[in-house]
């Protein structure tokens, strides 16, 4: 924790209300309202004069406008584009129940294991269609999911179209999740190589998930080589994103010039009430 004045020039006067508080107690000793020597008539006599003076000092701080700073760390992840592949080849059954059903459940075990972030959802297939934008609702994420993994696109896998997409809505350090198959059969489509290197000067970063196994179509070149150029991860059929966490240090101010103000009020209403039962009042109208 740390202390920050937002208006410290306020403090130059704090010397001037201890000085005042000091010269009442002198004048107090001088005027010899109550015996000093007697404990209690002490604290009868100097009451308004401290009382007084600490308001001076609690006001002045008040003034200041001091600020109590914690840091705190909270863990999230970055925003991410969630690429998925609802192409037809999804539907294969090399993994149970098939490629697409698997993927669905997998992801969203993973998903409990991520803390709050934003996510935003594309589907592909021939082409790609972003379904929803960056969102921190997890259930809406979720959901949106589970619809798109119904659509059926057509025939055609077009990996570029969707990573396109992604660039075009992607933040710096922002990053890309890909979660299909690795078939990309659209010809004359960009080319791969170039938009990672796009990504990678965007400050983007492409991570893939592989599904699929024991099948001749499977194709897990084009993911890799995504994931490899722009120093993002790739996964086979696993879905470990707890990387993708990190701290995120959080500095929260704490106003406390209110509580100041307060602490005023209560050491004045306190001075009156003491001077009430000290018999200031009765002194002061004799």
């Given at each position: 924790?740390?202390?920050?004045?937002?208006?410290?020039?306020?403090?130059?006067?704090?010397?001037?209300?201890?000085?005042?508080?000091?010269?009442?107690?002198r004048?107090?000793?001088?005027?010899?309202?109550?015996?000093?020597?007697k404990?209690?008539?002490?604290?009868?006599?100097?009451?308004?004069?401290w009382?007084?003076?600490?308001?001076?000092?609690?006001?002045?701080?008040?003034?200041?406008?001091?600020?109590?700073?914690?840091?705190?760390?909270?863990?999230?992840?970055?925003?991410?584009?969630?690429?998925?592949?609802?192409?037809?080849?999804?539907?294969?059954?090399?993994?149970?129940?098939?490629?697409?059903?698997?993927?669905?459940?997998?992801?969203?075990?993973?998903?409990?294991?991520?803390?709050?972030?934003?996510?935003?959802?594309?589907?592909?297939?021939?082409?790609?269609?972003?379904?929803?934008?960056?969102?921190?609702?997890?259930?809406a994420?979720?959901?949106?999911?589970r619809?798109?993994?119904?659509?059926?696109?057509?025939?055609?896998?077009?990996?570029?179209?969707?990573?396109?997409?992604?660039?075009?809505?992607a933040e710096?350090?922002?990053?890309?999740?890909?979660?299909?198959?690795?078939?990309?059969?659209?010809?004359?489509?960009?080319?791969?190589?170039?938009?990672?290197?796009?990504?990678?000067?965007?400050?983007?970063?492409?991570?893939?998930?592989?599904?699929?196994a024991?099948?001749?179509?499977?194709?897990?070149?084009?993911?890799?080589?995504?994931?490899?150029?722009?120093?993002?991860?790739?996964?086979?059929?696993?879905?470990?994103?707890?990387?993708?966490?990190?701290?995120e240090?959080?500095?929260?101010?704490?106003?406390?010039g209110?509580?100041?103000?307060?602490?005023?009020?209560?050491?004045?209403?306190?001075?009156l009430?003491?001077?009430?039962?000290?018999?200031?009042?009765?002194?002061?109208?004799?």
């Amino acid at each position: 924790m740390s202390i920050v004045w937002q208006a410290p020039e306020y403090l130059f006067l704090l010397p001037l209300w201890i000085g005042l508080a000091m010269l009442g107690w002198r004048v107090r000793l001088l005027s010899g309202y109550a015996d000093s020597k007697k404990k209690s008539r002490f604290w009868r006599a100097y009451w308004p004069t401290w009382s007084a003076g600490l308001m001076g000092v609690s006001s002045t701080l008040a003034l200041s406008d001091p600020r109590a700073i914690f840091s705190q760390i909270t863990p999230t992840h970055p925003d991410i584009w969630v690429l998925w592949d609802v192409s037809r080849s999804m539907r294969i059954k090399d993994v149970l129940p098939d490629r697409q059903r698997f993927a669905l459940t997998a992801m969203e075990e993973a998903l409990e294991a991520l803390p709050s972030g934003r996510l935003g959802l594309i589907v592909f297939a021939s082409d790609a269609y972003a379904v929803l934008p960056l969102t921190a609702d997890r259930e809406a994420f979720v959901f949106a999911l589970r619809q798109a993994a119904r659509l059926d696109l057509g025939e055609g896998t077009n990996l570029s179209a969707a990573v396109e997409t992604a660039l075009a809505l992607a933040e710096p350090n922002t990053h890309i999740l890909i979660v299909s198959d690795g078939a990309h059969n659209v010809p004359q489509s960009a080319s791969l190589a170039d938009l990672a290197e796009e990504a990678k000067k965007h400050q983007v970063t492409i991570h893939a998930v592989f599904i699929g196994a024991g099948s001749d179509q499977i194709f897990p070149t084009a993911l890799k080589l995504l994931s490899e150029k722009t120093g993002g991860g790739y996964q086979e059929r696993e879905f470990q994103l707890t990387y993708l966490i990190r701290e995120e240090r959080r500095l929260d101010p704490i106003f406390l010039g209110r509580y100041l103000w307060g602490l005023t009020i209560g050491i004045g209403l306190g001075m009156l009430v003491g001077m009430a039962i000290g018999g200031w009042f009765n002194v002061l109208t004799a």
